[in-house]
């Protein structure tokens, strides 16, 4: 077996004028997160880390946000696009462990649903997806309600006789 280990990171700013989407779906809040696709950074983070771990580049590399194409790409299909390309060359997910710092929105009760929605579209079980929440107890620009930051680590595998 051959086995890699690989951690991603994404951060997003607040905006008055976007919803919230988190962990692929949305969560009720008075703001949500600016970027060029949905920003939802729990998915970025995952791919950042799916990618690094296979040696594939970085999610901003395969969606580029100079693309019009992915300008408010649903990340859910980012994150299969993802899925699809480890498949080809091979790889296949053991787990994935992501936190989100942010100090409000309390997110906690939304995460059996973030772990469902990601399992599927990754064909893997919930229960090999951690999704995590804690705020900077006021500390810090996530603190201070300017943004959101997710940290994913994940373990992939393939067999080693696998000629991909």
């Not at 194409?69 to 462990?97: E, P, R, T, Y």
Request: proline share 4%; charged share 25%.
């Amino acid at each position: 077996m051959n086995f890699r280990i690989g951690f991603g990171i994404d951060v997003h700013r607040f905006s008055q004028d976007r919803k919230l989407i988190l962990g692929g779906i949305e969560i009720p809040s008075d703001k949500g997160l600016m970027g060029h696709s949905d920003a939802d950074v729990t998915i970025h983070a995952i791919c950042d880390a799916l990618l690094g771990a296979a040696g594939l580049r970085d999610i901003g590399f395969h969606f580029p946000d100079t693309d019009p194409a992915f300008k408010d790409a649903d990340s859910k299909k980012l994150l299969a696009s993802v899925a699809d390309l480890m498949h080809q060359k091979g790889w296949l997910i053991g787990n994935i462990d992501c936190t989100i710092a942010l100090q409000s929105p309390k997110i906690s009760s939304h995460i059996p649903e973030m772990q469902k929605v990601l399992a599927a579209i990754l064909a893997i079980e919930p229960e090999n997806l951690s999704i995590k929440a804690t705020t900077t107890e006021g500390l810090g620009y996530e603190g201070r309600l300017e943004g959101v930051t997710a940290y994913a680590v994940v373990l992939i595998y393939r067999d080693s006789s696998s000629t991909k």
